[in-house]
């Protein structure tokens, strides 16, 4: 199958200058299209185990890697911190982020909250990192590992998936070989679009509003979710600076509500929120940047096709209410790695159908599930009426009083449930 994006009809011309380039292109194991915190991770992943990738990525490092907090954090689950353990980039990262420690889950400010706290001896649920140090961490590890290639500022123009393996043409005329192509772009995947891959899509009509903030009293490690009819009011506990205790906030709004929520001043903002959480965290300041964007759902029917495999945000793109997005793409590296390091073991071509059926199967089921329970919730805490918010409050007691069930869910905020590949587990394939 061949693909191509908007480029001179030269490059796509089967010319004596062109079979030349072909000839000399580099090859590699893996050939990644987006070099995002989960394709870095990807190829550091491969790096680990001495398998070959190039990733290919438009960004501008100047200005995704720049210095500054942008007020964009992410929750990385227990078991995807095993996986940055195991790849070399854990320690790097360690100390630079917030535990989170427990997670209160309520309906709105009414009694009856949800209280996740692991034992003790079971270590913090997850950790918060600012989203620009994980991608510099990231991006500088993919840098300097011996079998990754990283080509920033460049697109692949030309791409041909055949039986015989995957060739790209890259827009500075270079060309790239490899047996297998992974699609690591975004929700908005070019390459999956081009492949046909048919995706289930709808939005949510809300828009989500990020920034952080200090404030007065401590978070104590704890992440807060407070279910509005809106949608969720999301507080995630950050490390503190000189100035004080800081959280992140993920604020869902009406569409039509997310403009005007721009354009209040800062303090009109924190105003805002602090009604929101009742005022426990006492008077907020110093409001970081704020920025939005909309909310919606969408997930491949298959994440697989021929010498193509999707990852991440490519494959699947789900509601923040639980903070599993990122998560759910570490997910899909670990268990790709461990496919193709398994298949490369064992003398496989790295593009053939069988292997990456085993791909398939063993994310599919689980980006679905995960994928209709945030949807679920997502629409469950969106009903209002005092008789909504009752049977929401009852739920929320049931978990409390049922410890299988609150161990469950504990075990879901982990990224601990299912079949877990072996990085998920803290060791190398």
């Given at each position: 199958?061949t693909t ?17 380039a072909v000839?000399e292109a ?5 050939l990644?299209l ?6 870095a991770t990807?190829?550091?992943a ?10 290919v990525d438009p960004?501008d490092?100047?200005?995704?890697l ?9 929750a ?9 353990d195991?790849i070399?980039?854990?320690a790097?990262l360690?100390g630079?982020g917030c535990a ?9 400010l009414?009694?009856g909250?949800l209280d ?5 001896d079971?270590?913090?649920l997850?950790t ?7 991608r510099r961490?990231l991006?500088n590890a993919?840098?300097?590992?011996p079998?990754?290639?990283v080509?920033?500022?460049r697109r ?6 055949t ?7 890259l827009?500075d ?6 047996p297998l ?6 929700r908005?995947?070019?390459t ?6 048919t995706?289930?899509?709808?939005h949510?009509?809300h828009a989500a509003i990020i920034?952080?903030?200090h ?9 807060y979710?407070?279910?509005y009819?809106?949608?969720p009011?999301?507080l995630?506990?950050?490390p503190g600076?000189?100035?004080?205790q ?5 604020w869902?709004?009406?569409a039509?509500?997310a403009?005007?929520?721009l354009?209040?001043?800062d303090r009109?903002f924190l105003?805002e929120a602090?009604?929101?959480m009742g005022?426990?965290?006492g008077t907020?300041?110093?409001?970081s940047?704020?920025?939005t964007y909309?909310l919606?759902?969408h997930?491949a029917?298959?994440?697989t096709g021929e010498r193509l495999?999707?990852v991440?945000?490519a494959a699947h793109g789900?509601?923040p ?9 570490f997910?899909?590296v670990?268990?790709?790695a461990e496919?193709l390091?398994d298949g490369k ?10 292997l990456?059926d085993?791909?398939?199967r ?8 995960v ?9 469950l805490?969106g009903v209002?009426?005092?008789t ?5 409050r009852f739920?929320?007691?049931?978990v409390n009083?049922i410890p299988?069930?609150?161990a469950?869910?504990m075990a879901?905020?982990?990224g601990e449930?299912?079949d877990?590949?072996?990085l998920?587990e803290g060791?190398?394939?």
């Open positions: 199958m191509s994006a908007s480029a001179p009809s030269s490059a796509q011309t089967d010319t004596a200058e062109s079979r030349d000839a580099k090859s590699a194991d893996v990644i987006g070099g995002g915190m989960v394709g990807l190829a550091l491969l790096d680990a185990h001495g398998m070959t990738s190039i990733v960004a490092p100047a200005v995704t720049a210095e500054g907090f942008d007020g964009r954090a992410s990385v689950a227990s078991a995807s911190h095993r996986l940055l195991a070399g980039v854990g790097t360690r630079q989170i420690r427990s997670i209160r889950v309520s309906d709105g009414l009694p909250a996740f706290v692991p034992d003790a079971d270590g913090a997850g918060m990192y600012e989203n620009k140090l994980l961490t991006h993919a840098a300097a590992a079998h990754v290639d080509r920033m500022q692949a123009v030309h791409v041909d998936r039986t015989a393996g995957v060739t790209a043409t827009d005329g270079s060309v790239v070989r490899a192509l992974v699609a690591a772009e975004g908005n995947s070019p999956r679009d081009a492949a046909g891959i995706i289930a899509r709808w949510y009509d920034a952080a903030f404030h007065e009293h401590p978070h104590d490690d704890t992440a979710e407070i279910f009819p809106a949608g009011f999301a995630l506990p950050l600076d000189a100035t004080g800081r959280s992140a906030i993920v869902t709004v009406a039509d509500d403009p005007g929520m354009k209040l001043s009109g105003a602090e009604k929101r005022g426990f965290l907020l300041s110093d409001l940047p704020r920025s909309p919606g759902f997930h029917a298959r994440i495999v999707l991440g945000d789900i509601h209410i639980a903070g599993q997005g990122l998560n759910l793409g997910r899909d670990a268990t790709l496919v390091v073991r064992t003398g496989l071509d790295l593009g053939d159908a069988a990456l085993r791909y398939q063993w994310r599919g089921v689980d980006t679905f599930m994928a209709l329970a945030t949807d679920s919730l997502t629409r805490f209002k009426g005092r909504a918010s009752a049977v929401r739920g929320i007691s049931a009083a299988p069930l609150k469950r869910f879901e905020a982990r449930s299912g877990l590949p072996k998920l060791m190398t394939i």
